[in-house]
């Protein structure tokens, strides 16, 4: 039931904002309509921990504790981008177009119902509609600014991601297939691992690959990445935010899932995803040095970050999916911090060049304290929540004697250190060419800021008992 | 020989028709310089989904595949086409496109290397099933999907991008109506509703990229790159 709710919130907030009455009726409802479903997220995260899974429609609709955790993750970030928009939209929309901004809020609440609905469907051919939903009901916040520059972004999104979708279905229906031959059960996440050992070897292995290479696709592995830093950099900030920090992580969910029914396999999925992660890691951190627009910054340190996840879980073994997890966690809450940070800088210096932005800390103190310590967080520096979950995956690769690819996997987390870390430093110190007045951010802005700042800071000193019991029912789940 | 292996051989034999078609309507594809001609082949490639459906539907006797060969035929052969003339001016259709990125005889040539990589790929599956049917649509299917997407890839103008993408969809249900002829009909009503979606998002970008920018040749949009 509760379920249920969580998807029927955002798609009545929607409706709410396509109708024309009021000027903040749609901002409003759209921000009470998120904090309601994170509220409901976090009941039906207490309940997956003391009864295992919150079931809507049995074999529909339905989450264990991982599929809670990626849906309390997305009611999360949905939250603190809807207060965020409050104040960003409302300067860049000018007043009189109060129809664009209707808009907006509309599309915003349709693109948080595709991803929460990507963890509630349990139903394998549901959850490929989400996916592909993600992308279709995201495609208009992309192009939301309307220059040629964002529409261009937009229709490499759709058609590179579209053609991944279309990928994906092939290795569903191949999976569909492998269960009508072992001739069992509900075609959901738990009926597959229950069926796998009956679907043939092969089956599994041609089934992964496509799903591997059309989910990538929208994760952003390389060589197919080419559109996540435009698409990534040109949207609105707040939708930037909800892009990178969470419809990635929750279609990486989706591949992640499928490990347990692989386990029989002579030629394990694992090798794939080290070998996807490492190449995505590395060519990620090696792009980060030469980036010129501060958002692409922040894209491609998601490409980095999906391959650091995607490695860990390749690894394999329960104390490196516990990382995986525990990575995806930390990579959502704080990059969805840096690109709040990187809006308000846009809202305080109005571009997105690195090199023309200088002193940023005497031109507005919060903007810059925000940009210093969500970078610093990204790259992994400690206390911070990405260095614990970084940390845990270099462990995990070399207790299972994994040295070398381990090894190479930490030379490019440090690169991309340096990276983040070179362009920022002069973002935020130096001196300004001139001397800019001091910029005010809206309140709103501030207090989006504030919120999702709380677990950036606070997993990376301790994770709460509840949560660290949801990461290791994930994490056990993944290994049968 | 019995009424019911009679049946089915016929059956085989139509079905064998319906896939070959479909198959010669994705190489037509690649190979039609003009827009609107695309077009038409993708209405005709998806009425041979719909026919493929319909075989299959005697074979098993399934109600089901006829309902799925209906909704076929009503979205993908009526309602995307005409969404589609729409929603871009007619100015597009009336193109010819003359700067792909490989010539026509090379992208054939390589179509057909497509083909071939198609069969290689669906071979260890097919061991598993002695079904005449899944022989047929499973490489037809994975080779309309592979061709769907070189198409996307070659062609620079948004409508036959949109058109590649739609017969990559195509390709993947050619191959699901065998494999998967028991999928639950809210999947495939979803599956529908999702391919509509795709046509009008798409179909809205490109009257927008054209308003914007005066042209809806995408593969000229190439402002935002690393150098």
Known sequence: MELLVVLLVPALSAILCVLPIGGGLAALSTVVGCLAVFLISIH??????????????????????????????????????????????????????????????????????????????????????????????SVFLVSFEDTPEALEAAWKYVVLTCMGAALALVGILILYWGMKIAGRGDFTWSGLIVASPGIPGPFLQTAFLFILVGFGTKVGLVPVHTWLPDAHSQAPSPVCALLSGIETTTVLYTIIRLLPALQGLSHGPGSWLMAAGLASAGTAAFLLLQVKDYKRLFAFSTVEHMGIIMFAAGIGGTSAYYGANLQMVAHSVTKAFCFLAAGSILLVVGHREIASVKGLIRVSRP???????????????????????????????????????????????????CGVMYHVNRMVFGSPDEEEARVRLPGSVLVALGISAIPVFLLGGYVPGILEEMLRLAAASLGR | MTDLQANTELLTKLNGLAAGLFLLTAFGMIAMRQVLACLKLFVWQSILLAASATILGFQHSSVHLFVVAVITVGTKSILIPWLLVRLVSQEAYARREISQVLNIPTSLLLGMALVILAYFASSPLLGASQDPFVRMNLPVGTAGVLLGAYAVVVRREAVPQVIGLLAMENGSFLAGICIAPDLPIIAELAAAFDVLIIALVMGLLTRRIRERTGMTVVGKLASLKED
């Open chain 1, 44 to 137: 039906v995260a207490l309940t997956t921990i003391t009864r295992g899974h919150v079931i809507a429609f049995l074999g529909w609709i339905s989450c264990d504790s991982f599929g809670a955790l990626i849906l309390l993750l997305v009611a999360f970030v949905g939250l603190t981008t809807s207060i965020f928009s409050l104040g960003y939209i409302r300067r860049v929309v000018p007043q009189e177009r109060e129809g664009k901004k209707r808009r907006y809020y509309a599309r915003f609440n349709l693109f948080l119902l595709s991803m929460l609905a990507v963890p509630a469907f349990s139903h394998l051919a549901l959850v490929w509609i989400a996916v592909e939903l993600t992308t279709l009901l």
């Open chain 1, 367 to 417: 903007a810059a304290l925000a940009l210093l310590t969500g970078s610093l967080a990204i790259a992994g520096a400690p206390p911070f929540a990405v260095f614990l979950g970084e940390f845990s995956i270099l462990k995990a690769g070399i207790q299972s004697g994994q040295e070398i690819p381990t090894v190479a996997l930490a030379a490019f987390i440090v690169i991309g250190f």
